[in-house]
């Protein structure tokens, strides 16, 4: 089944302990990206990834890192989380083309608390 | 002004009414337009992919592009209780992978 998979689903951790939320698809697609979502807020892109080895920032990146070694994961990783990065997490994945985004795969998600 | 602007609802029909969701955007050069579906606890699924204006049919579901006015509809008809979920609008733009996604609107269908 074609899938992108998160994990842990939920996820309660202290103040500036280091973690790793991780994704896998097995679509080979190339375009990967980490949104977060919060009410009233929607869904706000943290970091993508056009191919293996490429990443860059999307509207909310600060506190967060990501990697790209190789297509079919990219997890995202919190150095220090804080409170303020206590949200619903989603993994998505994509074809990438010239001309444009196709309908993004996402995961179910990674529910965060950070006390 | 945002680039995508979706009213977050929250929208209660009774089961059988027909569902109008709409978004309005910015960006002139958004060309493909998508609703998605998310059920609580659940990540959002691709529901219907349009491209440039015009209509699109999918069973009950319709999606409209007017893009003169810059303006995207999603209709429901005969609305069931398993279409119960947020529904997010999502855009993007020729050659561009990133998604504009609208904050999503919650619909509720009550028996």
């Known amino acids: 089944e074609a899938q992108v998979t998160q994990n842990p689903r939920y996820l309660i951790t202290v103040t500036g302990k280091k973690l790793t939320v991780t994704c896998s698809q097995n679509m080979n697609h190339e375009y990967m990206s980490w949104y977060r979502q919060d009410p009233g807020l929607g869904l706000r892109q943290i970091y993508y990834?056009?191919?293996?080895?490429?990443?860059d920032k999307g509207d909310v990146p600060e506190g967060y890192k990501v990697s790209r070694k190789e297509k079919r994961n990219f997890p995202l990783i919190l150095e220090s989380p804080s409170p303020n990065q206590t949200s619903l997490y989603f993994c998505?994945?994509?074809?990438?083309?010239?001309?444009?985004?196709?309908?993004?795969?996402f995961g179910s998600g990674t529910r965060l608390t950070v006390v | 002004q945002k680039e995508v602007e979706q009213d977050p609802g929250p929208l209660s029909v009774p089961e059988g009414a027909i569902v109008s969701l709409n978004c309005t955007y910015s960006?002139?050069?958004?060309?493909?337009f998508m609703w998605y579906r998310q059920y609580s606890r659940k990540g959002p699924e691709l529901l219907m992919y349009?491209?440039?204006?015009g209509n699109k049919e999918d069973g009950r579901f319709t999606a409209q592009v007017d893009k003169s006015s810059k303006y995207i509809s999603l209709f429901i008809r005969d609305s069931q209780p398993s279409d119960s979920a947020t529904y997010l609008c999502?855009?993007?733009?020729?050659?561009?992978?990133?998604?504009?996604f609208g904050k999503g609107n919650q619909v509720v269908v009550i028996p």
């Open positions: 998505a994945s994509s074809l990438s083309t010239r001309t444009g985004a196709y309908g993004y795969t």
């Open positions: 349009t491209y440039s204006s």
């Open positions: 999502a855009m993007s733009a020729y050659g561009n992978n990133r998604l504009a």
């Open positions: 990834s056009m191919n293996v080895e490429v990443t």
């Open positions: 960006n002139s050069a958004f060309q493909y």
